[in-house]
């Protein structure tokens, strides 16, 4: 596992940068837990009147050792989703393993009566045969598909764009509608992009006043167009973004329905 791990980061962002990602996936697994705590205090302290609700998308074979604290986040009305048994790419695997990894993960959630309708791949990795799983399976809606609103790269980071074709499914906003689809009872929510992870490892833009005009610049854009505004952020960065999210919620107050 560690091994396809180490040969996805390459492919996906190059060797340097490779080590970069190692030294916050320590920091991860030695502090996860109390930065996960530290992001829930947050929110739960500036959003609690708008009622802001995030969905967490959660590798199932956390669910046993972190029940407590799921179990507290669904509440609190938090929702939850799947991400994968264990954090592997479902496109390694065949159809029947890959209905097998959606199968486990969907009455792991059910036996321990946290019922999910939701379900986001590992490395948002998928193929035709894990669409077909999916639409055997009892979920509701996935949301693995990438609409990228901006590119603010110079030639090396243009590079790292191009290496998200390798494994994600994208597209620029300029040739599709950021919307939800429908396949049979199926719903597939697009993710907003650029996300934490481009912004801050891929384009190298650290500063929260930068990371919230981006976004913010793509929520007008969105709103104007009618179609979605999807977020999607990591745990291990929030207090990175924490800044930036707050001021995107703020200013879509302005934002009428």
């Not at 930065?35 to 609700?53: C, G, V």
């Not at 693995?144 to 290496?163: A, F, T």
């Not at 009618?226 to 960065?237: A, I, T, V």
């Amino acid at each position: 596992m560690v091994r396809r791990y180490l040969s996805h980061l390459i492919r996906t962002k190059g060797f340097f940068d490779v080590l970069v990602r190692f030294t916050q996936i320590i920091r991860h697994f030695l502090f996860g837990e109390k930065r996960f705590l530290q992001m829930i205090t947050f929110l739960e302290n500036n959003f609690q009147n708008q009622d802001i609700k995030i969905t967490f998308c959660i590798t199932t074979s956390l669910l046993n050792t972190h029940m407590i604290l799921f179990k507290k986040l669904q509440e609190k009305g938090y929702n939850l989703a799947a991400h994968g048994f264990f954090h592997i790419d479902m496109t390694k695997k065949n159809k029947r393993e890959q209905s097998e990894i959606i199968r486990k993960s969907y009455q792991t959630f059910e036996k321990l009566n946290m019922p999910i309708c939701g379900f986001r791949c590992p490395y948002l990795s998928y193929n035709d045969d894990t669409i077909r799983a999916f639409k055997t399976s009892p979920l509701l809606w996935i949301s693995n598909d990438i609409i990228v609103w901006e590119n603010h790269g110079n030639r090396r980071n243009n590079n790292y764009l191009k290496k998200l074709g390798y494994l994600y499914h994208w597209t620029h906003a300029d040739q599709s509608l950021s919307l939800p689809r429908f396949m049979n009872q199926l719903v597939e929510i697009p993710i907003t992009a650029p996300d934490d992870e481009m912004l801050l490892d891929r384009y190298n833009i650290k500063k929260p006043k930068e990371i919230s005009a981006i976004w913010l610049s793509i929520l007008k854009k969105s709103y104007n167009r009618g179609e979605l505004f999807h977020l999607l952020f990591h745990p291990e960065r929030f207090s990175y973004i924490k800044d930036a999210i707050n001021e995107v919620i703020l200013q879509s107050e302005n934002f009428s329905p």
